[in-house]
C-alpha cells in the first residue's frame, strides 16, 4: 500500500510539493518510487534554472527504466538535494523526507489543480 | 497478428510472491520480486533461482540430425560428445542472426535446440523451411518443457542439497538426464549470468515442485530484471538488442561461435565478407560522469556526427559505473576512442572500453 502524507500537495504524475515561506520543496512520492523499483540516478536542475509548472526538470532513474520528473508548479531551482547525488537509494527508503528540490519565486495559486492527501489517497482505493 | 499472451506453468506462484509482471517474449514473466538489486546481488554472492520456462525447445532427430544441424548452426556439431553443449547461433544467408541458441548433443542422432521465447515461431518456420533435403524430424517442445534457473556461486551445494541428486561431476556446458520423481529431466551446467549455476528442463509438474522446493528453502526468486543485469555485465549478448537480423555475430564480437573451417553452413558466405570488411560493431562504453545510457540512445563522434546507438546499458550493479554496450562504426570502435552519447539533450562523454563489465565466475 502506497504511503500518502497529510499536508502535501500531489500531482497526477506524482510528485508532491510542499509551500512553506515562499519556498517549495518537490519530490516524488511513495507510490511513484514502489513503481520504480531501485533508483539509481537522480537527474536534477541546476541551481538557479527556471522551472514551471507541468515541464520536465529532471528524471528519476531505476534499474529498468528512466521517469521524467514534471515541477507541480513554477518557481527558480534554489536548492537540489546532493544527497540523493551519492546515495539514490534514500529515494526507495523514504521518498518524503527524501526531497528533489527546492523552489523560490513560487506562487500559492499554483497549488491549484492539484490534490490534497485525500484525493490522492482516493486514487489508489 | 494479435497474440493472446502466454504463461509459463509457475504463473500463480509469481503472482502468489507479489512478483512485478511485464510481458516479455510472448509470455507474462515476473520482472522482479524483491527488487532487482538484491535479486543480482543474491546471484552474484549467493544463489538464485529464475524461471525461464518461456525459452523454447526443439528436438531435432534422424539419421542425418547431425548434418542438418550443423548447416543450420554456426557452432561445430561434428566435434562433441554426447553430454555436451555448444553456443552459436544461426544465421540468415545474408548473415543476419535467425537466433542465438544452445545445441545439447542428446545422441548420435538427437539434438535439442534451446531458443529464445520471442523467435520461437519464427526459428520453427526457419528450420522446417531449411530441412527439405535432409531425412530429420523436428519437435516444437516448448508447450512440454518447463526450464528453471538456479544461478550463483552456491548453486552446486544447493542443488545437490535440495534434490539429493548429484551434479558436482557435470563440468561446465555439459548435461545429465537424471530419473526424478517418475521423469527424465535434463540437468545442465550452464546459465546467463556470468555465475556458476544450472537449467533444469523437466515436465511442468517437476517445474512447479522443484520451484516450491527452492522457494520453501528460502532460496531467492529471481526475475527477469536481474536476468538482464547479470549477463549484461558478463558480455552476453541479447537477441534483439546485441543480434538481430541486423547484427550478425562478427559485428557482435562473437566470431569463436562461428567456426568457418566447417565445410558449409547457412551464412558462411556472407561472414566470409564480414571478416573482410566490417561496417560496425559491438563495442563496451563507460561514461566519465554519472548517469543511465539505455537502448536505443544515440552516440555521436567529436564533430556531432551520429556514429551508433546503445543496444545495453546500465549503471552497473556490481561495479557502479554507468556503461553500456553498443552498436558503432567500426572507425569508432578502437579502445580509448572518445564517444557522445546523448541522454535527455545532453551530451555525455564515454571512452570505449571492453564489453565486459563483471569478470565472468564460471566452474571449469
Redesign the interface.
Known amino acids: 500500500m502506497a504511503k500518502v502524507i497529510e499536508g502535501l500537495f500531489y500531482s497526477e504524475s506524482h510528485e508532491w510539493v510542499k509551500i512553506e515561506d515562499g519556498i517549495a520543496t518537490v519530490g516524488i512520492s511513495d507510490f511513484a518510487q514502489k513503481e520504480l523499483g531501485d533508483v539509481v540516478y537522480v537527474d536534477m536542475p541546476e541551481i538557479g534554472a527556471t522551472v514551471t509548472k507541468g515541464s520536465e526538470f529532471g528524471a528519476v532513474e531505476s534499474v529498468k527504466a528512466a521517469s521524467d520528473l514534471y515541477s507541480p508548479v513554477s518557481g527558480t531551482v534554489l536548492q537540489v538535494n546532493q544527497d540523493l547525488t551519492d546515495s539514490p537509494e534514500l529515494l526507495n527508503q523514504d521518498p518524503y523526507t527524501n526531497w528533489i528540490i527546492r523552489l523560490e519565486n513560487v506562487d500559492n495559486a499554483d497549488l491549484a489543480g492539484l490534490m490534497d492527501a485525500a484525493t490522492y489517497q482516493n486514487k489508489f482505493n | 497478428m494479435e497474440e493472446e499472451i502466454k504463461r509459463t506453468c509457475l504463473y500463480d506462484k509469481h503472482i502468489a510472491l507479489n512478483a512485478?509482471m511485464s510481458p516479455f517474449g510472448g509470455f507474462d514473466m515476473p520482472?522482479?520480486y524483491s527488487?532487482?538489486?538484491?535479486e543480482h546481488n543474491a546471484v552474484r554472492n549467493d544463489v538464485g533461482i529464475f524461471d525461464v520456462s518461456h525459452m523454447g525447445q526443439v528436438m531435432i532427430t534422424g539419421e542425418q540430425a547431425e548434418e542438418f544441424v550443423d548447416y543450420i548452426f554456426t557452432n561445430d556439431v561434428t566435434s562433441i560428445a554426447e553430454g555436451k553443449i555448444l553456443y552459436g547461433m544461426m544465421l540468415m544467408q545474408n548473415g543476419g542472426t535467425v537466433d542465438d541458441l544452445l545445441v545439447y548433443k542428446m545422441g548420435p542422432n538427437q539434438y535439442f535446440l534451446v531458443i529464445n521465447a520471442a523467435n520461437i515461431d519464427k526459428d520453427l518456420n526457419w528450420i522446417i523451411s531449411q530441412n527439405k533435403n535432409f531425412k530429420v524430424g523436428v519437435e516444437n517442445m516448448s508447450d512440454y518443457y518447463g526450464e528453471i534457473a538456479i544461478q550463483g556461486p552456491k548453486s552446486e551445494t544447493v542443488l545437490e542439497k535440495l534434490t539429493g541428486l548429484k551434479v558436482s561431476d557435470l563440468e561446465f556446458y555439459t548435461f545429465k538426464e537424471y530419473a526424478y520423481r517418475g521423469e527424465n529431466i535434463i540437468i545442465s551446467r550452464t546459465g546467463y549470468t556470468g555465475e556458476d549455476g544450472f537449467e533444469i528442463y523437466g515436465s511442468h509438474a517437476f517445474t512447479q515442485y522443484a520451484w516450491d522446493l527452492f522457494i520453501q528453502a528460502g532460496i531467492t526468486p529471481c526475475g527477469l530484471?536481474c536476468r538482464d543485469?547479470l549477463r549484461f555485465e558478463a558480455g552476453l549478448p541479447l537477441y534483439g538488442h546485441e543480434l538481430s537480423e541486423e547484427i550478425n555475430p562478427i559485428m557482435a564480437g562473437l566470431g569463436m561461435f562461428v567456426k568457418m573451417d566447417k565445410p558449409n553452413f547457412i551464412g558462411k558466405e556472407a561472414i566470409l565478407h564480414y571478416k573482410e570488411d566490417l561496417t560496425k560493431k559491438i563495442v563496451g562504453l563507460e561514461l566519465t560522469e554519472?548517469?543511465?545510457p539505455?537502448a536505443g540512445y544515440e552516440i555521436y563522434n567529436e564533430d556531432g556526427k551520429l556514429v551508433g546507438n546503445v543496444t545495453t546499458g546500465?549503471?552497473s550493479?556490481s561495479s557502479g559505473l554507468?556503461v553500456c554496450m553498443a552498436l558503432v562504426k567500426i572507425d569508432y570502435s578502437t579502445l580509448g576512442t572518445t564517444l557522445y552519447v546523448k541522454i535527455?539533450n545532453k551530451n555525455f562523454a564515454a571512452t570505449v572500453i571492453r564489453k565486459q563489465f563483471y569478470k565472468k565466475n564460471y566452474k571449469k
Do not use: A, D
Not at chain 2, 35 to 38: L, Y
Open positions: 512485478k520482472i522482479q527488487g532487482i538489486t538484491n530484471g543485469t554519472k548517469s543511465v539505455r546500465y549503471i550493479i554507468p535527455r
